[in-house]
């Protein structure tokens, strides 16, 4: 009679997370705090960094960007989802 007297030491914490990453942050428009999804949120770069976008926001500034000639934000499918489907 043998014993398996594996020694685990350590868990595995480090895998992806199922679906995708949720965060909460600051809009960079209007400051609000609000959850969204770090791959698929709009946002803008500023000075190097992603500055996520809310999604009231995107429906004030795309006007905007048209009239500036800029493309579009359209928010992924998901962007603003803070828990599952
Ligand atoms: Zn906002």
Redesign the pocket.
Known sequence: MSTDDDDYSGEQLSGPPMGYLIVIGP??????V?AFSAQRVPSVVVEGDRRP??A??IE?VNPMRVANGLPLFTPLPGAYEAGEE
């Open positions: 809009c960079f428009g209007c400051g609000k609000f976008v809310c009231d926001c004030h």
